[in-house]
């Protein structure tokens, strides 16, 4: 704005000149003429340039409106609750089955203990027939007599014992007569087939020493049965030990 101005001051003062330079001549007068135009032209423009410059000027100078502010809502939203895990159920647990036990198949040892004697029921003895007189002869030439000792059976000597005890070492005999027996009837095929086993006995022997009766326990093999029986076959008769009742013998025959 204060260009303009300068500029307004500039022009005007050329204009208060030029009429001295009119009263030079007519000279002077024709180029005032001249001039005229151009200084209508640059009033037109200043003025316009002048109005231009105050609507800038108001236009800049003008309040701006306020800007409204959008009126905000608090709104206070319930705590948020952690969400919490679901909880699978464990799987069941399998009922674990007890592994089964071996079973063993070899038939354990058992040491049976001593058995007691049994004492058999005595069997009604043959009443004695009447013996007929001898009729009496010429006698004749006295012969020897055989002894009495060569007609007793080939067993060991009576033990002269109570008539219903029974000596202590005699079921040690009967045992030890079993074992040799055995011995000498071992089943070698069957020992060599890897076959083991034990064959209990049971014997009832009388008076005598005569077996009255043998019963055997299998052992599970045929072979090891048969064995057994004839050892206790080859083992009789057995010493007589003199009492009034047949006694019964258990034990057996480990065969390994």
């Given at each position: 704005?204060?260009?303009?101005?300068?500029?307004?001051?500039?022009?005007?003062?050329?204009?208060?000149?030029?009429?001295?330079?009119?009263?030079?001549g007519?000279?002077?007068?024709?180029?005032?003429?001249?001039?005229?135009?151009?200084?209508?032209?640059?009033?037109?423009?200043?003025?316009v340039?002048?109005?231009?410059?105050?609507?800038?000027?108001?236009?800049?100078?003008?309040?701006?409106?306020?800007?409204?502010?959008?009126?905000?809502?608090?709104?206070?939203?319930?705590?948020?609750?952690?969400?919490?895990?679901?909880?699978?159920?464990?799987?069941?647990?399998?009922?674990?089955?007890?592994?089964?036990?071996?079973?063993?198949?070899?038939?354990?040892?058992?040491?049976?203990?001593?058995?007691?004697?049994?004492?058999?029921?005595?069997?009604?003895?043959?009443?004695?027939?009447?013996?007929?007189?001898?009729?009496?002869?010429a006698?004749?030439?006295?012969?020897?007599?055989?002894?009495?000792?060569?007609?007793?059976?080939r067993?060991?000597?009576?033990?002269?014992?109570?008539?219903?005890?029974?000596?202590?070492?005699?079921?040690n005999?009967?045992?030890?007569?079993?074992?040799?027996?055995?011995?000498?009837?071992?089943?070698?095929?069957?020992?060599?087939?890897h076959?083991?086993?034990?064959?209990?006995?049971?014997?009832v022997?009388?008076?005598?020493?005569?077996?009255?009766?043998?019963?055997?326990?299998?052992?599970?093999?045929?072979?090891?049965?048969?064995?057994?029986?004839?050892?206790?076959?080859?083992?009789?008769?057995?010493?007589?030990?003199?009492?009034?009742h047949?006694?019964?013998?258990?034990?057996?025959?480990q065969?390994?």
């Amino acid at each position: 704005m204060t260009s303009a101005v300068a500029l307004i001051g500039s022009n005007l003062d050329d204009f208060e000149q030029s009429p001295q330079q009119l009263e030079g001549g007519s000279q002077s007068l024709l180029a005032l003429q001249r001039a005229r135009p151009s200084y209508l032209t640059q009033g037109l423009a200043v003025g316009v340039y002048a109005l231009a410059l105050a609507a800038a000027v108001t236009h800049t100078a003008a309040p701006k409106p306020p800007v409204e502010e959008e009126a905000l809502e608090l709104v206070m939203l319930p705590p948020a609750v952690p969400e919490q895990p679901i909880e699978e159920p464990p799987p069941p647990v399998a009922e674990e089955t007890p592994p089964e036990e071996a079973q063993d198949l070899t038939p354990p040892v058992v040491e049976e203990p001593p058995v007691a004697p049994v004492i058999a029921k005595p069997q009604p003895k043959p009443k004695p027939k009447p013996t007929p007189k001898p009729v009496e002869h010429a006698k004749p030439a006295d012969k020897p007599q055989p002894s009495r000792q060569a007609e007793a059976p080939r067993s060991a000597p009576a033990v002269k014992v109570p008539p219903n005890a029974i000596p202590s070492g005699y079921f040690n005999q009967v045992s030890s007569r079993v074992a040799h027996a055995a011995q000498s009837t071992r089943p070698a095929a069957a020992l060599a087939r890897h076959e083991f086993g034990r064959v209990g006995y049971r014997i009832v022997i009388s008076p005598s020493g005569s077996v009255v009766s043998v019963s055997v326990s299998s052992s599970g093999h045929a072979d090891l049965d048969a064995a057994a029986r004839q050892a206790l076959a080859r083992a009789a008769p057995f010493p007589a030990f003199g009492g009034a009742h047949p006694v019964a013998v258990s034990g057996g025959i480990q065969y390994r």
